[in-house]
Each structure stands twice: as C-alpha cells, then as structure tokens.
C-alpha cells in the first residue's frame, strides 16, 4: 500500500499533488501540509512512476496537463493497483470531472472528492482533512504487528477454504442512522478474515478469489452464522430492534433453496427474520436475472429487505428498480463525499432521494464522512445515514460501548 505500511496511526499521511501548474500544485501541498500531510509535488506527469514507488496515502490529481492528460493518469494508477484516496480537480465542465470520477470509480480506485477549479481554500481544506482522517481511521482499524499484506502476501483457495473450516473469518459491523431522530436503527455486515499468519484481511484481499472460485455460498453461510451468534450474544440484552444488513454474492441469488436456508437459520438462533436486510449490486443481479428475481422475491415474501447496493454506478440500475421488490436504496459513497464540493453530485444526490421516496422506499447514503454532509443529508430528508462521522466498521464486542457514547452524543445536531 503506501511507504507508512506497517507504522503506527500517529504517523502523518502522505500527499501527492499532480498538476503541471507549479503554482497551484505549491499552493495545494501548503494546504496538504497544514492539514497534517508529509507533502510531494509532480509537475510533470510523465516522470509519475517515480513518485508512485512508495505508494502515497492521498494523491490530488489535476485532469488538464499537456502530454499526458488526467484520464491517462487514472488509467495508469489503476494498472499500478494504486490504493491511495483520490482526489479530482479541473477547471473544465463540472460534467467533465463527473465523468473523470466515475471512469476513476469503475477502474477500483478509491475516489474521495472532486474539485472543480478555482476552487475557495475552504472546499479543498475540508476535503484533505477528511481524507487525512479516513486515513488515520484505516490505521487505526487495520495496525497489526503483521506485514503490509496487501503488498507481501496473498491468499490461495486451499487457504480460504480451510480458513472456512477454522472459522476464521469474522463480521464487524457499521451503524446505520435514523438521520431525522438521530436513532441507531440498523448495522450493515461487513466481512474480515481473522487469519492465523497475516493478520486482519480485508475484503479487496480475498473476495476475488472467493467469487473466481465459487466459494461465495460457503462464505455467505459463514457471515450468516456470524451475525446470527453474534446477535444471540449481545442483541436481547441491548434490546435492538434495528436492522442487519448482509452483502448477497452472485451465487446466492441462483440458489432456489437460499431463501429456505435463510428462514431455517433464523429460526434456530430464534432470530426475527424481517431484521435481516441483503444488499446486491447490479453485477449480482446480471449473471442470471430470472433466477435473481425468483429468490429475492422469495426472500421479500418471508418478510427480509432487499436493498440495491451502489445506487447511481450501475447502467441498468434503474431497470432493477422497475423490476425487482426492493426495499432500501443505498446511495453510493462516491456521491455522496463529493456533496460539499462537487453540485453535480448533490444534484445526482437529491434526485435519488426523491426518486427512493417516491418508490416507498428507505435511503441509505454511505460514506457519510462529516457533519457537514450528515446535515446536508438530513435537511434533505435522506431517511439513514452511514459512514465514519458516525461510526467505523467494529466488532460486537465494541457495538454496546458505542451504543451507550451515541445515545449521549449530542454534537451530531452541530455543523462540523
């Protein structure tokens, strides 16, 4: 991942800012530097590569440079399997960077803003302070005393399969927001692999091996089970009444007796059903839609939500929404952190809200990062709020402390 892989929270974040323009790209690393960042600048984009040998925590990537335009730049940090936060910035059509940011998106690089030039010090302030402390959040979530496993190790399908058996991999869980009663009303799931060698994995280091070797079932069943303990263990006693989300793999919605599965797991942990929410992408959906339709109906008549992942990504998005009886609307994460900087994304932003509410359905926005976006969000009557602002991914054991801080937490109702 980046040069600091390995060090300790406390270090601060590294910042590449990419723009020919020397005055500029100065001018933003002052910035990155009062905000906390050990700061580099690349005026010539043709000599990147060099700057990409340790990999930064935080890139600001300008689109218009002669000789090699920001598009090119996107794709080249793709191939280099690049990890770090990134950063958008142009002076051309705000319709231009939109489009940058989702070609960006699509290529799996970690987009956290965009800023369309001249851009007030305030806009870019705020956006390298919340990338600095997603960084420090990621830190903090992952340090081990293991290796950079990202860079140093990978994991095979004889390694997941036994890590299956040993029971190895665990759910951490994120609270979700009732943004108009400030009221913890759900948690979405989200997968680790506690591995015996290497430490805590995360999702990128071992989904896609999972899904090429069709092991997504046998993985789905090991969150189930998870959650379904997990529950038992602190749920009557918390007495929470919200929701528990669970990401669904193609694989399980070409299943027919998935939907069985589900309702008699349930019933052996003594588990109400119509707390469980799944959410899909539209890439679940696509490799067999009649199938998908049969099984997720099926899981909407025993009484479980259904909720459409990743809204505003997909081309046949809208088409699924026609189609199949979801029950939530998840905005995704890039619109969402862009809302304070980029108006296209809050336009796309509000439209999805009234277009969920207008289908009688509940919206999630993920990604929520400030207050400052939590308020936006709420004072256009988003119903549920995700995202770091509110609480990191944590395991069930962390879920009742946290509860207790929230519940007398009042500065959620204060801008940032």
Same mark, same amino acid.
């Given at each position: 991942?980046?040069?600091?892989?390995?060090a300790?929270?406390?270090?601060?974040?590294?910042?590449?800012?990419?723009?020919d323009?020397?005055?500029?790209a100065?001018?933003v690393?002052a910035v990155?530097?009062?905000? $906390?960042?050990?700061?580099?600048?690349? *005026?010539?984009?043709?000599?990147?590569?060099?700057?990409?040998?340790n990999?930064?925590?935080i890139?600001?990537?300008?689109?218009?440079?002669?000789?090699?335009?920001?598009i090119?730049?996107? /794709?080249d940090?793709?191939s280099?399997?690049?990890?770090s936060?990134?950063?958008l910035?142009s002076?051309?059509?705000?319709?231009?960077?939109?489009?940058?940011?989702h070609?960006?998106?699509?290529?799996?690089? !970690?987009?956290? $803003?965009?800023?369309?030039?001249?851009?007030?010090?305030? !806009?870019l302030?705020?956006?390298?302070?919340?990338a600095?402390?997603?960084?420090h959040? /990621?830190r903090?979530?992952?340090?081990?005393?293991?290796?950079?496993?990202?860079?140093?190790?990978?994991?095979?399908? +004889?390694?997941?399969v036994?890590?299956?058996?040993?029971? %190895?991999?665990?759910?951490?869980?994120?609270?979700q927001?009732?943004?108009?009663?400030?009221?913890?009303?759900?948690?979405?799931?989200?997968? /680790?692999w506690?591995?015996?060698?290497?430490?805590?994995?995360?999702?990128?280091?071992?989904?896609? #091996?999972?899904?090429?070797?069709?092991?997504?079932?046998?993985? &789905?069943?090991?969150?189930?089970k998870?959650?379904?303990?997990?529950?038992?263990?602190?749920?009557?006693?918390?007495?929470?009444?919200? &929701?528990?989300?669970?990401?669904?793999?193609?694989?399980?919605? *070409?299943?027919?007796?998935?939907?069985e +599965?589900?309702?008699?797991?349930?019933?052996?942990?003594?588990?109400?059903a119509?707390?469980?929410?799944?959410?899909? &992408?539209? *890439?679940?959906?696509?490799?067999?839609?009649?199938?998908?339709?049969?099984?997720?109906?099926?899981?909407?008549? !025993?009484?479980?939500?259904?909720?459409?992942?990743?809204?505003?990504?997909?081309?046949?998005?809208?088409?699924?929404?026609?189609?199949?009886?979801? &029950?939530?609307?998840?905005?995704?994460?890039s619109f969402v952190r862009?809302?304070?900087?980029?108006v296209t994304?809050?336009?796309?932003?509000?439209?999805?809200?009234?277009?969920?509410?207008?289908?009688?359905?509940?919206?999630?926005? +993920?990604?929520?990062?400030?207050w400052?976006?939590?308020?936006?969000?709420?004072?256009?009557q988003?119903?549920?709020a995700?995202?770091?602002?509110?609480?990191?991914?944590?395991?069930?054991?962390?879920?009742?402390?946290?509860?207790?801080?929230?519940? !007398?937490h #009042?500065?959620?109702? %204060?801008g940032?």
């Open positions: 991942m980046s040069s600091n892989a390995g300790t929270p406390s270090l601060s974040p590294s910042l590449l800012v990419v723009d323009e020397a005055a500029i100065d001018y690393a990155g530097t009062a905000t $906390g960042c050990e700061t580099s600048v690349c *005026t010539q984009p043709l000599s990147l590569d060099k700057h990409l040998v990999m930064p925590d890139i600001v990537l300008d689109l218009s440079m002669p000789g090699a335009d920001g090119s730049v996107i /794709r940090l793709a280099a399997g690049c990890t936060l990134l950063i910035m002076g051309v059509d705000s319709r231009v960077l939109m489009s940058a940011s070609i960006a998106t699509m290529q799996g690089l !970690n987009l956290h $803003g965009c800023l369309e030039k001249p851009f007030r010090k305030k !806009n302030k705020d956006q390298l302070i919340t600095v402390a997603e960084i959040g /990621r903090m979530e992952s340090h081990t005393d293991a290796p950079d496993t990202k860079q140093t190790s990978s994991v095979d399908e +004889e390694d997941i036994r890590g299956l058996e040993a029971n %190895e991999f665990v759910v951490h869980y994120q609270p927001i009732d943004l108009n009663t400030a009221e913890w009303v759900g948690m979405e799931a989200l997968v /680790r506690q591995h015996p060698t290497l430490g805590m994995l995360y999702p990128d280091q071992f989904i896609d #091996t999972i899904e090429k070797r069709g092991l997504g079932m046998a993985l &789905t069943r090991a969150v189930l998870n959650v379904l303990t997990d529950y038992a263990h602190w749920g009557p006693s918390a007495n929470y009444s919200g &929701t528990i989300a669970i990401n669904l793999p193609p694989a399980a919605l *070409t299943g027919f007796d998935f939907p +599965e589900v309702m008699h797991s349930a019933e052996e942990f003594n588990f109400p119509k707390k469980l929410v799944f959410e899909l &992408t539209e *890439t679940s959906v696509a490799s067999d839609p009649v199938s998908a339709a049969d099984v997720l109906t099926r899981l909407r008549l !025993n009484g479980m939500g259904l909720a459409i992942d990743d809204f505003g990504t997909g081309h046949s998005s809208l088409e699924q929404l026609r189609l199949l009886p979801f &029950t939530e609307l998840k905005i995704d994460q862009a809302i304070d900087s980029d994304a809050s336009v796309i932003v509000k439209s999805a809200i009234k277009l969920g509410h207008e289908l009688n359905l509940q919206v999630v926005a +993920e990604g929520v990062e400030n400052k976006i939590y308020n936006w969000l709420r004072n256009e988003c119903d549920i995700q995202g770091w602002v509110i609480a990191k991914a944590m395991s069930c054991n962390d879920i009742s402390v946290w509860a207790d801080k929230w519940k !007398n #009042t500065s959620h109702q %204060e940032d």
